[in-house]
């Protein structure tokens, strides 16, 4: 019988990582990570990382300081199915970035490889050397439907849009091994959830997150870094300058961690040939119902 592929998806605080690590423990399937802010290093507390990350592909592959697009992250884990179709292993995915999945299982083709460092390197130096309306109006001599379509006053998304015009990337094939392949869903109400995303925080808190934002702000890492889009970074940050109270950064974090999942929710009501699962159910019963939608394939 051919490897199986499933992705567990669900909103924020949902329980997806306990499910995904139990199939891949049924099945000894490779876990891949599929949450954008995952992949960065040191970004541990924060991100709610897996206690055990040496199980997983695809966790901490980039610095903080640097980007990571949705067709970087469709090449590297196509490698990864590739790799574990040729040994006869399943793969289970997991994480909260919809694109990754959709992009990867849908096998979209308008997904480009980044540019080159050097590329982006020079684009980043200009967009802080000049500030984001002189790189947006550079942007508008290369490419002025691009520039037409991005803000001036978004820096990272100026940034991007040079990056693009400056080396243009022919579109790369998400192809996959073939796969007996399906989507899962843990979609508890949000209420539920909610309570989760705050219980959730207390314990991030406790365990150093803001120590932990502290020691990336003292080894030079800049507030506006990608990676530091993450929810609850840039909130802890401004307590450590001065410029908020930490109860005020709390109520921040938890009102955007909701907020996220009420967009997680949104997106997941458009996610082809998704299977929702029970999200109150033993897990036995959870991997029970994935088994079976994989026999019907």
């Known amino acids: 019988m051919r490897p199986a592929l499933v992705a567990v998806m669900g909103p924020t605080a949902s329980g997806k990582t306990d499910l995904a690590e139990a199939l891949a423990d049924r099945w000894n399937a490779v876990l891949v ?4 802010f995952q992949c960065y290093r040191r970004l ?8 055990n ?3 997983y592909e695809l966790l901490d592959i980039k610095d903080p300081t640097d ?4 067709g970087e992250w469709v090449s590297r884990a196509r490698a990864t199915l590739e790799r574990a179709y040729a040994e006869g292993r399943g793969v289970v995915v997991v994480g909260g970035t919809g694109l990754y999945i959709r992009a990867l299982f849908e096998e979209y083709a308008d997904m480009a490889e980044p540019p080159p460092a050097e590329v982006r390197q020079m684009v980043r130096d200009t967009v802080r050397r000049k500030g984001s309306e002189a790189a947006h109006r550079w942007l508008g001599e290369l490419d002025p439907q691009a520039a037409a379509r991005v803000d001036p006053r978004n820096p990272a998304r100026v940034a991007r849009a040079l990056e693009r015009a400056l080396h243009p990337a022919a579109p790369t094939r998400a192809s996959l091994p073939p796969f007996r392949k399906t989507k899962v869903a ?3 109400p949000a209420e539920w959830t909610a309570r989760r995303a705050s219980d959730r925080l207390e314990r991030m808190l406790a365990a150093g997150w803001l120590e932990e934002v502290r020691a990336l702000r003292e080894d030079g890492v800049p507030r506006d870094a990608p990676g530091l889009r993450a929810i609850g970074y840039r909130d802890l940050w401004a307590v450590l300058e001065g410029g908020c109270a930490i109860l005020e950064a709390k109520e921040r974090i938890l009102r955007a961690t909701v907020q996220y999942a009420k967009r997680q929710r949104t997106w997941l009501r458009s996610e082809p040939n998704l299977r929702p699962l029970r999200w109150n159910a033993e897990t036995g019963e959870q991997i029970g119902a994935v088994e079976a939608a994989l026999l019907e394939l």
């Open 186 to 188: 843990l979609i508890p």
């Open 44 to 51: 541990d507390i924060g991100t709610a990382k897996p206690a």
């Open 53 to 55: 990350r040496a199980r």
């Open 67 to 70: 980007q990571l697009t949705a």
């Open 33 to 36: 990570n599929a949450d954008a």
